[in-house]
């Protein structure tokens, strides 16, 4: 495979469910970013990782956990969503964040909070 | 506060015809632009590219236009293709995180 991989490609939880999202690439990227695509508003940014640190929460709510065990893989902690919640949630890879590049995206999660 | 705009959510245009796809920012930090293309059930795919030290910037049929005092980002298609139909995004860079627009999605009729 190349390139960015997310699984699952849809996914439906429960309020009171815990499931994860995981994200690979097969770049050699050394940065890798989660965002949420809801209808009609553009991708807003959750989580940047530089060399698996997190350099960027942007005031995500604690029911969002990630984890960035390497520089290849990314998760995504779900637990007690809401509703709301549901979206789009896309992965994303660079060289190097805060490096002049393009970003890589996956397919993306189709995540139902029901 | 969006920073990145896209005041068009939708364009039409016959097939082989120029494409033009509009996108403002407010941010003079903003120091790399992007299009993204994205199909349905799809993540959005790189297309093109320009620093801010450009005001140019040419790959095939799509070139990206910088206007720096305006604020003010184009890509335009030339001549548009029916597989070129899809949601483009504008997105701009400063520091760690790249900032999207809300997107145009393009049809172009055959």
């Known amino acids: 495979e190349t390139g960015v991989t997310q699984t699952p490609r849809h996914l439906v939880m429960g309020m009171t469910n815990k499931k994860s999202l995981k994200c690979e690439q097969h770049?050699?990227?050394?940065?890798m970013y989660w965002y949420k695509q809801s209808a009609k508003k553009p991708l807003e940014l959750m989580f940047v990782?530089?060399?698996?640190?997190?350099?960027e929460n942007n005031s995500v709510p604690s029911r969002f956990s990630p984890e960035c065990p390497n520089s290849s893989h990314l998760f995504l902690h779900l637990h007690t969503l809401q509703p709301e919640d549901s979206a789009l949630y896309l992965c994303?890879?660079?060289?190097?964040?805060?490096?002049?590049?393009?970003?890589?995206f996956g397919q993306g999660t189709r995540l139902t909070v029901v | 506060d969006q920073q990145v705009k896209q005041n068009s959510p939708s364009l039409s245009v016959q097939e082989g015809r120029i494409s033009i796809l509009n996108c403002d920012y407010t941010?003079?930090?903003?120091?790399?632009f992007l299009w993204y293309k994205k199909y349905p059930a799809e993540g959005p795919t790189f297309l093109i590219s320009?620093?801010?030290?450009?005001d140019k910037n040419e790959d095939g049929r799509f070139t990206v236009f910088l206007n720096k005092s305006a604020k003010h980002l184009s890509l335009h298609i030339v001549p548009s293709q029916p597989g070129d139909s899809a949601v483009y995004f504008c997105?701009?860079?400063?520091?760690?995180?790249?900032?999207f627009g809300t997107g145009t999605s393009l049809t172009v009729i055959p």
């Open positions: 320009i620093s801010s030290i450009k």
């Open positions: 770049l050699g990227h050394n940065a």
């Open positions: 997105a701009a860079m400063t520091g760690n995180q790249f900032y």
């Open positions: 994303a890879s660079s060289q190097v964040a805060g490096l002049n590049t393009e970003a890589f």
């Open positions: 941010n003079s930090m903003f120091d790399y």
């Open positions: 990782y530089n060399f698996k640190e997190q350099t």
